[in-house]
């Protein structure tokens, strides 16, 4: 895989995840982009690459409801994942 299919995947993983959150609310966004700070050293850009981290962080902020959030997310990708190889982490942030 080269390096643009590679940014553009975290460019629309970054995407979804915001797009999820800010729908819930400012606060929710906010929150969950500073546990990515300081729990984790980076930024949501970076849950593409630490599909871990976002589920940790979503379970951390929602409890069992994050299941909700992830599913929004995973339909925003749908609409990608033939085109791009997000599938993997779609399943990753599934488990």
């Known amino acids: 895989m ?3 299919h590679t940014q553009v ?3 629309l993983v970054s995407l979804a995840v915001e797009k999820t959150l800010l729908q819930i609310g400012r606060p929710v966004f906010d929150k969950v982009e500073n546990l990515f700070r300081e729990k984790y050293r980076c930024t ?3 849950a593409y690459d630490h599909p871990q981290y976002l589920t940790e962080i979503l ?3 929602f409890g069992k409801s994050h299941v909700e959030v992830i599913n929004s997310i995973r339909e925003f990708l749908t609409n990608f994942k033939y ?3 997000i599938e993997a982490f779609i399943e990753k942030i599934n488990k």
Request: aromatic letters at 6%; proline letters at 7%; charged letters at 45%.
């Open 44 to 46: 949501i850009m970076d």
């Open 2 to 4: 080269d390096s643009t």
């Open 59 to 61: 379970k951390e902020v």
């Open 83 to 85: 085109e791009y190889p």
């Open 9 to 11: 995947e975290r460019v």
